[in-house]
């Protein structure tokens, strides 16, 4: 019970940081674009990180720097096209369609009636917060956050893999290396970021703060005391989070239908949880 108790409140506070840093991310592509400003997250964070924790890199062993690198890519190409998606998209839609990615891992790796259930109610959730009917939705945008969700599943499982073998801090800081050698070779290709200024360079680091430093620290403790199928399902508040932060800093605005689907996602989160609790008091 400890255990979820301090891993649960984690990934709340972490969701909360993402969904922020993304309203402020969304600012600076009229100036340097989604790749200048995931290029800023990704690169700061890193920077932060090793000055911070300084992984001790000489004990690695081959299994270790290994699972950092794909820990590393797919925590790169998640971020590069979710941004992608976000500058077409409002917040909210791209965060729902995104977690199809965990949805489908949570259904995966279910062994119980119950946790099919719940993750089915989070599939009509989506499903509803698409506006099918609706010609001017930019269909790219919506490809994009899929296949973000995609990589999101990836960050998940490899996220919870590398916390079983190493410290946290380390595997979170080395992740983030390999996601900027990544993002490196398009940043440079882009060639937006080379407009930086220094306001744009300020809030690019608290960007990087915000939505990766401080928030993959904290899910990378949740994962190492939560199932990955309930850190998956959890994470279905994600959408909530987006969709009131594009509300807030960003005026982007929801329908009634996609605020329903929302509360879809929401209750098979809530569910999941209080059912988890259960059964880790029963153990």
Not at 54 to 82: E, H, T, V
Not at 225 to 248: D, Q, R, W
Request: a positive charge.
């Amino acid at each position: 019970m400890k255990k979820s108790n301090i891993a649960i409140p984690a990934t709340l506070l972490a969701m909360i940081c993402v969904q922020g840093g993304a309203s402020i991310a969304k600012q600076l592509f009229p100036a340097i674009g989604a790749i200048g400003t995931v290029t800023l997250r990704i690169v700061l964070s890193a920077v932060l990180l090793t000055l911070i924790n300084r992984p001790k890199f000489l004990q690695f062993n081959r299994q270790k720097w290994q699972y950092c690198a794909i820990y590393g890519i797919g925590l790169a190409a998640m971020n590069l096209i979710f941004y992608m998606a976000i500058q077409r998209i409002p917040l909210g839609l791209a965060v729902t369609v995104e977690f199809a990615g965990p949805l489908f891992l949570a259904l995966a790796l279910s062994r119980k009636l119950l946790d099919v259930i719940w993750a089915l109610l989070a599939c009509v959730g989506i499903l509803l917060i698409v506006p099918w009917k609706n010609d001017h939705v930019d269909l790219i945008g919506l490809g994009l956050a899929f296949l973000a969700g995609m990589f999101w599943a990836v960050y998940i499982i490899m996220g919870g893999k590398v916390s079983k073998i190493m410290d946290g801090k380390d595997a979170v800081t080395t992740g983030m290396i390999f996601a900027s050698l990544v993002i490196i070779p398009f940043t440079i290709w882009d060639g937006a970021v080379f407009n930086i200024t220094p306001t744009i360079f300020m809030k690019g680091l608290g960007v990087a703060i915000l939505s990766s430093a401080l928030p993959f620290s904290l899910e990378m403790m949740a994962l190492k005391k939560l199932p990955a199928k309930t850190f998956s399902i959890l994470m279905s508040l994600e959408p909530a989070f987006a969709a009131l932060s594009g509300l807030v800093f960003l005026a982007e605005k929801l329908s009634f239908l996609q605020w329903i689907s929302i509360a879809c996602v929401i209750t098979a989160s809530i569910g999941t949880t209080v059912f988890n609790k259960k059964s880790l008091s029963h153990d």
